[in-house]
């Protein structure tokens, strides 16, 4: 393919593996599941090739007792619900420390309920339809088995009139009492559904997130900046947002997480991206004199 030309290649596995083999293919970008992730970085770089694979995602927003409440119940339910829950930057869990989780999920409750759902073509919705009728059920399954693992359905999305419409809509939800080991705690749902797990002490929400297996990114709510100091010290993730909860750096900073959220050592755009995409080149030039010109088996100097 000529200099400067671009191509748009279609097609499933069959044509990912055609590109992870071919010779003149130098470098592999890819955002998707987590195990397809792993798969294209270890079989592109099995075959010599720069490889940058993004995989899955379970953002956690941590709220201390100290938080303005309204600021963090604006942003969890922004950062939960926008795009209906379909972007890798979603937060999924809320971890509410101590005597705050009432609080925040009553707040949480008020603003989910003024939330329209339907289609983008009616004035007023702010919330659309997830991608397709599978996907859709897929995560209504989620809210149908939270109650048997543990977990309490504080807003059921099916029971939201949008649910019956035609089209692929479920409503927003909100699942407390979860624990780390249920599905819906484990798994990327990758849609409206917003889980809180409450906990006693910093030091067991901070482990909490730390031994989740994907380090995309993190918020942490607070008004004590020492905490929020020491947090993004402590935490295990790529991204970190202080009162910030879609921790998605502008242009000129690197994208991307740790863990089982990143395979490769380059992240998406910013001077990694850059470097991603370029390959250096070193050239060492002299013009001395000629008389100059000895045979030197020591070796060279910087003059």
Same mark, same amino acid.
């Given at each position: ?17 055609? =590109?992870?083999?071919? !010779? ?8 998707? @599941?987590?195990?397809?992730? *792993?798969?294209?970085?270890?079989? /592109? ?9 993004? &995989? ?8 201390? !007792? ?15 619900? +926008?795009?209906? &829950?379909? *972007? ?9 420390? #101590? ?15 003024? $939330? ?11 919330? +659309?339809?997830? $991608? ?26 099916? %029971?939201?009139?949008?649910?019956? *419409?035609? #089209? ?12 780390? &080991? ?30 989740? !297996?994907? /380090?995309?990114?993190?918020? $942490? ?8 100091? %020491? ?13 910030? @909860? ?9 994208? +991307?997480?740790?863990?089982?959220? =990143? ?6 755009? &910013? !001077?990694?991206? $850059? %470097? ?8 060492? @030039? ?14 060279? %100097?910087?003059?």
């Amino acid at each position: 393919m000529p200099d400067g030309v671009f191509n748009v290649v279609q097609g499933d596995k069959v044509a990912v593996d055609r =590109l992870l083999e071919h !010779p003149d293919v130098k470098a592999i970008s890819f955002v998707g @599941s987590t195990p397809v992730a *792993r798969s294209i970085y270890e079989t /592109g770089t099995r075959n010599g090739k720069r490889v940058q694979a993004l &995989g899955g995602a379970k953002n956690h927003m941590l709220v201390l !007792p100290d938080a303005d409440l309204a600021m963090a119940a604006d942003a969890a339910v922004s950062a939960a619900f +926008g795009s209906a &829950g379909e *972007r890798c930057m979603a937060v999924s869990v809320v971890v509410a420390v #101590g005597d705050v989780a009432g609080p925040i999920i009553a707040a949480i409750r008020e603003r989910m309920a003024k $939330i329209r759902v339907g289609p983008g073509m009616e004035e007023g919705n702010e919330m +659309g339809p997830l $991608i397709t009728r599978e996907h859709r059920d897929r995560v209504a399954s989620y809210i149908a088995n939270a109650s048997s693992e543990g977990a309490t359905v504080a807003v059921d999305g099916r %029971q939201d009139p949008a649910s019956q *419409r035609d #089209g692929f809509f479920l409503g927003t939800s909100l699942l407390d009492n979860v624990e780390p &080991g249920m599905r819906c705690y484990h798994d990327e749902i990758f849609g409206p559904v917003l889980s809180v797990v409450r906990t006693d002490t910093y030091d067991r929400a901070l482990r909490i997130i730390n031994e989740n !297996p994907y /380090g995309n990114g993190v918020a $942490i709510f607070t008004r004590d900046g020492g905490a929020a100091r %020491q947090f993004q010290f402590d935490v295990d993730a790529g991204m970190v947002g202080v009162n910030v @909860s879609i921790p998605v750096p502008v242009s000129y900073y690197s994208f +991307g997480g740790w863990k089982a959220s =990143l395979f490769g050592d380059l992240h998406i755009y &910013g !001077p990694e991206g $850059i %470097q991603f995409y370029t390959r250096t080149k070193v050239v060492t @030039s002299r013009w001395p004199h000629p008389g100059t010109s000895k045979v030197d088996l020591g070796f060279p %100097q910087s003059r």
